[in-house]
């Protein structure tokens, strides 16, 4: 059973188009964080929402946290081809420091 | 944030065979965890490495398979043993970020992919 389902796994779009990840739950989270992973790296923080319905924009970004604090979006406006990459949302159930990550999305940006 | 580093980045091995990973933070922090990341996967959590005492692993993890060492507050070692090919996989440690803060935050180091032939 799957904690945290993200979706869509697999994402091909164009350079200048807009797209959405969403990560579900039936679970009730502290917080939840979005990272960015590259080929051989490790996963980079991009964003932690901590309370329910808080958006977050990083730049191009926009972050959003459901008012029962089950669900998270992100959105990119405008991909660019250095967007291109593994986007993970993790989440925290209880304060315990523990996360739970979704099944990731891989976005590739096409010039 | 901290900086985090491992050693090796890579590696390929025999079946049967054993490797430990090295974990290094520039700063001390109490929480460290390890994860594992097959190919084209999430990550998914090993152990809690805890300073001082036995690591907490999570169901589907053993001692036995994964022993963790965590001597001080900037260091922490994951042993693959008996490795099989199922091993092959990204290993990755994290840490906890800055203390006082309400929630949790966590950063990784750029793992080890590991390769079992």
């Known amino acids: 059973t799957q904690l945290l389902e993200q979706s869509p796994q697999f994402l091909s779009i164009q350079e200048g188009e807009n797209l959405t990840v969403y990560c579900n739950s039936s679970?009730?989270?502290?917080?939840l964080q979005w990272y960015r992973q590259e080929p051989g790296e490790g996963p980079v923080l991009l964003v932690t929402?901590?309370?329910?319905?808080e958006v977050k924009k990083l730049k191009r970004l926009t972050f959003q946290f459901g008012d029962a604090r089950k669900d998270s979006s992100l959105h990119i406006t405008a991909a660019q081809p250095g967007d291109t990459g593994l986007y993970l949302c993790?989440?925290?159930?209880?304060?315990?420091?523990?996360?739970?990550f979704g099944q990731g999305t891989t976005l590739q940006v096409k010039p | 944030s901290a900086v985090i580093s491992q050693k090796p980045s890579r590696d390929i091995c025999q079946r049967g065979t054993s490797l430990t990973i090295q974990c290094q933070v520039d700063?001390?922090?109490?929480?460290m965890f390890w994860y594992r990341q097959q190919p084209g996967q999430s990550l998914t959590l090993i152990a809690t490495?805890?300073?001082?005492?036995?690591?907490?692993?999570e169901s589907g993890f053993v001692i036995d398979k994964f022993p963790i060492s965590r001597p001080n507050l900037t260091f922490s070692t994951l042993t693959v043993s008996n490795m099989s090919p199922e091993d092959s996989s990204i290993y990755l440690c994290?840490?906890?970020?800055?203390?006082?803060?309400?929630?949790?935050?966590?950063?990784f180091g750029p793992g080890t992919r590991l390769t079992v032939l």
């Open positions: 993790a989440g925290d159930l209880g304060n315990t420091g523990k996360l739970i």
């Open positions: 700063s001390q922090v109490t929480m």
């Open positions: 929402v901590v309370t329910g319905g």
């Open positions: 679970s009730v989270f502290s917080s």
């Open positions: 490495a805890n300073q001082g005492s036995e690591a907490t692993y």
């Open positions: 994290s840490v906890e970020g800055a203390s006082g803060r309400t929630y949790d935050e966590q950063f």
